[in-house]
Nanobody
């Protein structure tokens, strides 16, 4: 499994942008599809975006499509989530996760490693 550490969260106003980063350990990072999930206070964790091991395939939740972009740099063992035009309903703890397959998935039970999460708060 891979150890993951997220960063980049913060407090911003509606309409602003943030870029989250997730650094993974180990030489096999490039073999893992990666995902970003989020959990708002009092709600269940939900899927946001996923990217294949190669970076060629991405999938987004409808709620973030057109505003968020997932990308990765396997040479740096890093996956990113660029979040533009943030809305108050994007407020949540954001988690990155790795699955031991090369292709994407929106289902959290298919991910084997999780980061500790980073808080994103969007004020109106």
């Amino acid at each position: 499994q891979v150890h993951l550490v997220e960063s980049g969260g913060g407090l911003v106003q509606a309409g602003a942008s943030l870029r989250l980063s997730c650094v993974g350990s180990g030489r096999t990072f490039g073999l893992y599809a990666m995902g970003w999930f989020r959990q708002a206070s009092g709600k269940e964790r939900e899927f946001a975006a996923t990217i294949s091991a190669s970076g060629l395939s991405t999938v987004y939740a409808d709620s973030v499509k057109g505003r968020f972009t997932i990308s990765r740099d396997n040479a740096r063992n890093t996956v990113y989530l660029q979040m533009n035009n943030l809305k108050p309903e994007d407020t949540a703890v954001y988690f990155c996760a790795a699955r031991s397959k090369t292709y994407t998935s929106r289902y959290e039970n298919e991910y084997v490693s999780w980061g500790q999460g980073t808080q994103v708060t969007v004020s109106s």
